[in-house]
């Protein structure tokens, strides 16, 4: 079974479990996002399947995004000023955000260090880790230099 049939079945049986109903327009939703490689919103995945002729609403997207966060097939990345912005997490390796709070820039990373910090806070409180998301929010080099030569 390929990336997107395991991730279509992993909706069908959430969907099915929280007595959602199944429709065609969220696996083409979740079609779209298995195809997308990096960090999107929920706009541009709406204008490229618009595009591509889809006949599918602003609002289904939208909602269908909402869902497959709730289901861990996409990972949404909170931002001040510029929204959210969506990758797929089905599938993916496991990493970290930084997050660029002037243009909304995002650089993924892997740190042990932050791994390894983790657990031993899991071990402390007593608490089974089963996932994390890591965000670190600061100002990208780009935009410390845009604001230093103004």
Known sequence: ????DAARQKLEE???AGNYRITPERFEV???VMETDGHFDADELFLKMKTSGSKISRATVYNTLDVLEECGLVFRARLKDHGSRFEKAFGRTHHDHLVCIECGKIVEFVDEGIENAQEMVAKRFKFKLTGHSHQIFGVCPDCQKKAHNT
């Open 1 to 4: 079974m390929n990336k997107s």
């Open 14 to 16: 959430y969907l099915k």
């Open 30 to 32: 979740l079609d779209y």
